[in-house]
């Protein structure tokens, strides 16, 4: 591996940057029209324009990176996280190109991507599982049956769609037959897809996921878990590691389930197992997202390990650095999500120019930004501007460093989330670690 | 009276699930715009009958642009 090609923009294209930078490595960064003056952009030793502002006609669009990685002569590509880094035709022609995808095997990004079919691999591997349907249902029979088995309150989900769209709780079974008639209509008007399956609602589940890393020659080790639990729309807003008050079974559960279910399917690289966490320390596999994480730096300021780079030598085909009794969380780390969305207005979009912008330093802080002064956040692209990591002996001094940060952090020309990540670091609930997943949607930092 | 309905964000047109004349209630989607990955509804502010659609699909919108016209 001699020059990779970084298909992504943003703070992640210029984190890659930067681990490729620390082995050596030559790259390629590439952009769309609207990215011309675009950080990542400058960072990369060269660049190559794919077209105009539209995702699908640049970092979507398969065959242009593949033009741009034969023009550069990169001999790699590297996904980064969102636009192709989860679909595993692109992996695939990636490697038919005969190029390095770095990442794991198109058949492992293919498993996982299939929700149903993800689930049903994990449980046979061991791994806890929401109670559900291992399907769609036909008639409502079927999840009356599941009812009795596994309780109430139970959700109807549209198995063509997610995002939390057409969801129904049903909370007692003479409501069944009324719920199930509904979300099958929301289903077939939101996804043209009537289908729906069936599963064991959790109220005020926490959502913990665990960090796993895999090498071509069998080793799998686990770099321990993240609580990301602070989300809204079904999108993470703060996360952290480790995940305050965990029982230690959970703990050692979670990570070993983890372990389980990636080698189940032969991973290779960095992926993340997510579950939920229910009141009473059980746990269920949610996903596994098969590429690096947005909050990927909270791992590596607890365990002192740079994940990119690794992942960068694993596909060179290189064995894992670490061995499982070497990674140990040290103190704790956070992370927020500064985006340019308005949280006055349930976190609207908020796309325009960046016309002031002050980043914070200190101890123990971290900035990964993707823009600086003058830039234009687009339309076409996720609102994601910056991310802050703090780190501390503690999590309460981690906690009082985001605070500083967040105090130091200026944006003009956009809205941000800045102002309710600073009210959410002030909320008991947050200070004493008790979290769930429905904190935001319930109002809790209104 | 006419009444002009307007973006309350910038954005690319996505969809148009109505069309001129069709009758729409307070809070139904009469354009749908696509800004940073998701898709906001702008909602008629009341019931009515369509009398004009401004804009088409792939459009980029500005923040109080007049998107539709509502009888």
Known sequence: MRKVLIANRGEIARRVLRACRRLGLATVAVYSEADTNAPHVRDADEAIMLGPPPARETYLDIERLLHAARRSDADAIHPGYGFLSENWQFAEAVTRAGLTFIGPPAEAVRAMGDKTQARRLMAAAGVPTVAGTPGPIGDVAEAEALGARAGFPLVLKAAGGGGGIGMVRVDKASDLASAFASATRRAQSAFGNAA???????????????????????????????????????????????????????????????????????????????????????????????????????????????????????????????????????????????????????????????????????????????????SVVSVHYDPLLFKLITRGASRDEALARMRDALAATVVEGVKTTIPFLRKALEHPDVRRGALHTQMVDQGAFH | MPEEIKAHITGVVFQIPTKQGDKVGAGDPVIVLESMKMEIPVEAPRAGTVREIKVQEGQTVQEGDTVAVLD
């Open chain 1, 196 to 374: 729906v399956y069936v599963e064991r609602y959790l109220e005020r589940p926490r959502h913990v996921e665990v960090q796993v890393f895999a090498d071509t020659r069998g080793a799998v080790v686990h770099l321990h878990e993240r609580e990301c639990s602070i989300q809204r729309r079904h999108q993470k807003l703060i996360e952290e590691s480790p995940a305050p008050n965990l029982p230690p079974p959970t703990k050692r559960g979670l990570v070993e389930a983890a372990v389980a279910g990636a080698r189940a399917i032969d991973y290779v690289n960095a992926g993340t197992m997510e579950f939920l966490v229910d009141e009473a320390g059980g746990y269920y596999f949610l996903e596994m997202n098969t590429r690096i994480q947005v909050e990927h730096p909270v791992t590596e300021e607890v365990t002192g390990l740079d994940l990119v780079v690794e992942q960068l030598r694993v596909a060179a085909g290189e064995p894992l650095s670490w061995r499982q009794e070497d990674i140990v969380q040290r103190g704790a780390a956070i992370e927020v999500r500064v985006y340019a969305e308005d949280p006055d207005k349930n976190f609207l979009p908020s796309p325009g120019t960046i016309t002031r912008l002050v980043m914070p330093a200190g101890e123990g802080t971290r900035v990964e930004s993707g823009v600086e002064q003058g």
